[in-house]
């Protein structure tokens, strides 16, 4: 059974910087967008960042120039960067993994990681 384990969540002061990680443990195939998605209470998922099989990227408005995308295909991993963090930043970050080969197509999720700015 496929399982996305994160890591690299926690506490930052405004200013500073966070690696995200997402890792794929058990057997997966034909992934097509890697891409990480972020929630706070009461709010709806909204989408952070993606990058294609073919590195093609996409980054929400709020993010753009502070945040950076990029994948391992030979480790089925996937990393955001999140630097000059803002505390409207602050959610619990999820990675997706978004398979798909011919006609079908599934999402794979991860189980979130906090990420907290403030001073």
């Known amino acids: 059974q496929v399982q996305l384990v994160e890591s690299g969540g926690g506490l930052v002061q405004p200013g500073g910087s966070l690696r995200l990680s997402c890792a794929a443990s058990?057997?997966?195939?034909?992934?097509?967008?890697m891409g990480w998605y972020r929630q706070v209470p009461g709010k709806q998922r909204e989408l952070v960042a993606h990058i294609s099989s073919g590195s093609s990227t996409y980054y929400g408005d709020s993010v753009k120039c502070r945040f950076t995308i990029s994948r391992n295909n030979a480790k089925n991993t996937v990393y955001l960067q999140m630097n000059s963090l803002k505390p409207e930043d602050t959610a619990v970050y999820y990675c997706?993994?978004?398979?798909?080969?011919?006609?079908?197509?599934?999402?794979?999720w991860g189980q979130g990681t906090q990420v907290t700015v403030s001073s």
């Open positions: 997706n993994f978004h398979t798909a080969q011919g006609y079908v197509q599934y999402d794979y």
């Open positions: 058990g057997s997966i195939s034909n992934i097509y967008v």
